[in-house]
């Protein structure tokens, strides 16, 4: 959020979905990187993992490269709809903050990907979905 759209707020750590590779080589990089930088081993996590299951299948074609000089390591973001997703679902206090950043600057193709989010969510979530229609019913949208 901060890296990529410009969110203010202080944050203790980095949320992580790995999608491939090698995971207990970036395990002890990032336990590594956390001794030598004086950093919480939990400095970076994967609990978004627990959510990762609204993703559709197509997220992959909205993730955004971070341009970072890294060897051997991609990083990418979510696309606006997958992110706000995600924290309208978790909606703890910094999430509503990020949800202020994100959902005025939607074009209308991120409704419209947001909107469908909901209903592939509906599918094996019906609770996660009516959360997120409450959520943006709440916030002027109108969902058929």
């Known amino acids: 959020m901060i890296l990529h759209f ?18 207990g080589e970036l395990r002890q990089a990032i336990k590594s990187a956390a001794q030598v930088r ?24 909205r993730l955004v490269p971070l341009p970072l000089s890294l060897q051997r390591l991609h990083v990418y973001v979510l696309g606006r709809p997958e992110q706000a997703a995600m924290k309208i679902v978790a909606l703890r206090e910094q999430d509503l903050e990020d949800l202020e950043l994100l959902l005025p600057s939607m074009s209308e193709a991120d409704r419209e990907t947001l909107v469908a989010i909901m209903r592939h969510v509906s599918t094996f979530r019906p609770d996660w979905a009516q959360k997120i229609r409450y959520f943006l019913q709440e916030q002027g949208w109108e969902i058929e």
């Not at 978004?48 to 197509?58: C, E, N, T, W, Y």
């Open 6 to 23: 410009g969110a203010r707020r202080a944050t203790r750590d980095v949320d992580m979905l790995i999608l491939r590779g090698d995971t």
């Open 38 to 61: 004086n950093l919480p081993e939990d400095w970076m996590s994967d609990a978004a993992k627990g959510f990762s299951d609204i993703l559709p299948p197509d997220f992959q074609k």
